[in-house]
């Protein structure tokens, strides 16, 4: 057993965390998680801490799923892993049709890679491609939204639209067309509705671009954009416009795919079928990283032909299509079906709503939004006038540690509080992440403002 000062001291030695400022990190008593129970994750020192933001909004079942365990160690008992360059293996085929049996209408290719930046960086190559190889050379830009986030690597860096995590590469990224995205809260629009002030700018955009756009990317919650539900219809409208104007629809469900608005699919919400889709997460339960890009019959079609045509999908990473992965994501739909998972989730969001009506009226509370069991509470200095608080306040950040000293473990989006708790979480477990949401907000804020 390993003490957790040595550890720490080996952290401080060895290891880059990802996304942390790691001076601030070690200032402030590192979480050292040795394992995990359910729902729960368990440090070092044996101390329990609710899952409230699912391992990085992937968690599905919880942790030590047994049936999760067991189709990894059967697998293990064959192979854990083979290229799929040039071959296939067998959970990745069952995996590849099991998708696309469960995908929106029309989208029958598969196309694995390791994470939701890599199914971005390849939705991005595809799209591009398919026009390359159907004659029509000029469509090779991208339409993204104000405040987007695809992933972290240059492709999806380049098409994510997020001050704080982009700004500094903009020299290393290629130009995209940024609409404002039909935010709700914050209104970018002069039109009351913002899904038409939105769908107008994108209509315009086309018809003035649209014979040098390839496809237009969007998220239907906003994730890392601060948990913003695209208003109901603004996906219906997008995707009539890029039927109309000839531009494919890639949707980005790396975040809200198997389940997590309550339906297997966010964009079921407005019935529609992107042209591409990429998801993530969620895909092996929050087990192992596989992630997938799925395309209709069209787009597939224009990479088929003679292999000195030069119209295969130049792409791959050395673990795609892994067995060890591909093997846990088979088990993990089969336990979504299994377990009803889709229909406690909206009963979920529910229990959570009514809980979250106590903090509907604090005055440091601007905004409370949420698809599903998908969450974002907006902390404000000012609720008339929507003013945030100043960025060293740190509001979101204090209440995630509040929620720490209160047994669980969130993670912020500046000053929206992010609450992503496990999908298969009980209602019993629901009730008490979300009273301990509420109380940490409440301390939190206390903090903030010091009354
Ligand atoms: N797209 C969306 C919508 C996401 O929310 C994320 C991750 N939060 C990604 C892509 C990137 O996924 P990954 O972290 O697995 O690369």
Redesign the pocket.
Known sequence: MHAYADLVEKNKRYLWNPFTQMKDYFDRRPVVIARGEGRRLIDIDGNAYWDGVSS??LNVHGHRVPELDDAIRRQLEDIAHSTLLGQANVPAILLAERLAQIAPTGLTKVFFSD??????EIALKMAYQFWQNTGKCSKSKFVTMCDG????TIG?VSVGDIPMFHARYAPLLFQSYKIPFPNRYRNPYTSSDPAFGALHAVEELFQREADQIAALIV?PVQ??GGIVPAPKGFLTGLRALCDTYDVLLIV?E??TGFGRTGRMWACEHDGVSPDIL?V??GLTGGYLPV?ATLATERIYTAFYGEYEEFKALYHGHSYTGNQLGCACALANLELIERNRIIDHVAQSARVVSTRLNALRDHPHVGDIRQAGLMIGIELVEDRETKRPFPLTTRAGWRVCWQARELGMLLRPLGDVVVFMPPLASTVDEIQEMTSILCDAVERGLKEVVGK
């Open positions: 990085l909004w994470s939701g930046a890599e199914a971005v986030y695809h992933g972290d999806a998220e994730g890392a980005d790396v975040a990429t993530g997460k992630a």
